[in-house]
Each structure stands twice: as C-alpha cells, then as structure tokens.
C-alpha cells in the first residue's frame, strides 16, 4: 500500500523559515517523481514544486520560487520542503505528492497534508 | 485565479447524474491530458480520473471523464450523499513558470 506521510508543519513567524518532510512507503521511491502542492484556507489546490526521481529536474510555481527549496532523499525514502522567509500567504496544508507516468503524467497518491501556519 | 475554470458548485439529488466542467487553453488541456480528484476536507485528496478518461484500480464506473478541445469534463451517475466533496481537475501547464496546474475546485452537493 502507497504511503505518504508528512510531517514538520506547525505555527511560524513571519518571516521565519519550516523545514517539511514526507516519508515514503509502499512503492520503489527512487523510481517516481514527486510533488509538494498545497490548499491555503477556504481555497483551491496549488501545486508548488517537481522533483524529478533522480533530482536532475527541479521546478517551482512562481509563487515560491527563490524562498523554498525541494529535495529527496531516494535512500531513506524522503522528500523534503525547505521554506524560508514565510509570509501569511504561504499558510496552507501542504501535501506530498506522486507522480506517475502513464500516457501522460498525473499526481496520483497524496499524503493526508500537515498544516503550516505563517502569524505572528 | 486558477488557470483552470470549475463551476464553484453543482448539486443534484441522489441517484442522478451531475457534470463537472473544466476549461483552459491549448497550453494545458488542449495539448496535454487532465486528471480529476476528490477532495473531502481533512482527507488526502484522491485520484478519479488520468489520461483524460482512465479510472485507477477501485474507482467505479459511476466516474466518468472526457475531453474535447481546451475542455475536460467529470461525469457522475447513480450520486451517493458520499460523493459530496470538492472536485478538481488538473494537467500539465507548458509555460516557463508552471509544471501543473488545477482548476478552482467545484463543490458537490448531494441534495
């Protein structure tokens, strides 16, 4: 059974940096890319960032781009979030997502979310 | 604003058939397939729909999913007061600043 397990999430300043990690289970990590994407209050979902499964192609939404970082480790089955200088508009769940390749490319499984909360 | 237009809601009585819609451009849907998701709050979000009409092992056939042209749409039959969640669709954006993208999210409401 596909598991995806975040972790990490949690009240933080404005300004101030969070550090999001999801454990892999279930499948061959090393062999999918993955995805953080996340659902402010009240709003839609917004995928944020691509690792592909050997790290050799990383992208952001422009919303993110220059402050969080995205990395994987295939070994210990993790994906990580680095997020630095948060504002109230990053607070959202963030999930870590699959991907998967079939005629096209899709998000497949989701974790069940950890919740960041940028306030002061 | 979603690159993606939903309908913010549909509702229908159980038993009948509702259709979500999504709308973009050649950039996304035209040249690329959608996926759709469902969406109960507190849950991870879960796959319905890849390859614009493929149902993932365990999705039953009362999911349905099409496209044509710029535009993608979800269909439901036989509703169940358990379908009422949030619906999104979503694929892949050709841009220099997006990977994908999804719509709005469409409420259903299961009268």
């Known amino acids: 059974e596909v598991q995806l397990v975040e972790s990490g999430g949690g009240l933080v300043q404005p300004g101030g940096s969070l550090r999001l990690s999801c454990a892999a289970s279930?499948?061959?990590?090393?062999?999918?890319?993955m995805n953080w994407v996340r659902q402010p209050p009240g709003k839609g979902l917004e995928w944020i960032s691509y690792i592909s499964s050997s790290s050799g192609t990383i992208t952001y939404a422009d919303s993110v781009k220059g402050r969080f970082t995205i990395s994987r480790d295939n070994a210990k089955n993790s994906l990580d979030l680095q997020m630095n200088s948060l504002t109230a508009e990053d607070t959202a769940v963030y999930y870590c997502?699959?991907?998967?390749?079939?005629?096209?490319?899709?998000?497949?499984?989701w974790g069940q979310g950890t919740l960041v909360t940028v306030s002061s | 604003q979603s690159v993606l237009t939903q309908p913010p809601s549909v509702s229908a009585a159980p038993g009948q058939k509702v259709t979500i819609s999504c709308s973009g451009s050649s950039s996304n849907i035209g040249n690329n397939y959608v996926s759709w998701y469902q969406h109960l709050p507190g849950t991870a979000p879960k796959l319905l729909i890849y390859?614009?009409?493929k149902r993932p092992s365990g999705i039953p056939d009362r999911f349905s999913g099409s496209k044509s042209g710029t535009s993608a749409t979800l269909g439901i039959t036989g509703l169940q007061t358990g379908d009422e969640a949030d619906y999104y669709c979503?694929?892949?954006?050709?841009?220099?600043?997006?990977?994908?993208?999804f719509g709005g999210g469409t409420k259903l409401t299961v009268l």
């Open positions: 279930g499948f061959t990590f090393s062999s999918y890319p």
């Open positions: 390859d614009n009409n």
């Open positions: 979503g694929t892949w954006h050709s841009s220099l600043s997006d990977l994908w993208v």
């Open positions: 997502v699959r991907t998967r390749y079939s005629s096209g490319i899709h998000p497949d499984y």
